[in-house]
């Protein structure tokens, strides 16, 4: 059984910055392939960004260049570092792996 616990939202001020942490336990992290979503208010919930086992990453068009997926396989943790904030990321944060999803964290970037 896979759980994880993301951290790191807030609220913060358009142009800010916010790193989201998602710690991972009960498997075998360095092989999973890990995805940060998100959910806006009466909007679907959208993968933004994902790392493989071996580092690679993707990016939503609408967040690349301003977003950097990491992990730290010693930690079993994968950040979401979060730059030039803009009004339109305010969403609930949720990491996942396979079928495994954590609480979410909330991110709410103010005008």
């Known amino acids: 059984q896979v759980q994880l616990v993301e951290s790191g939202g807030g609220l913060v001020q358009a142009g800010g910055s916010l790193r989201l942490s998602c710690a991972a336990s009960?498997?075998?992290?360095?092989?999973?392939?890990m995805g940060w979503y998100r959910q806006a208010p009466g909007k679907s919930r959208e993968l933004v960004a994902s790392?493989?086992?071996?580092?690679?990453?993707n990016y939503v068009d609408s967040i690349k260049g301003r977003f950097t997926l990491f992990r730290d396989n010693a930690k079993n943790t994968v950040y979401l570092q979060m730059n030039s904030l803009k009004p339109e990321d305010t969403a609930v944060y949720y990491c996942?792996?396979?079928?495994?999803w954590g609480q979410g964290t909330q991110v709410i970037v103010s005008s």
């Open positions: 996942a792996t396979s079928d495994y």
């Open positions: 009960g498997g075998i992290f360095s092989f999973y392939t």
């Open positions: 790392i493989t086992d071996s580092g690679s990453t």
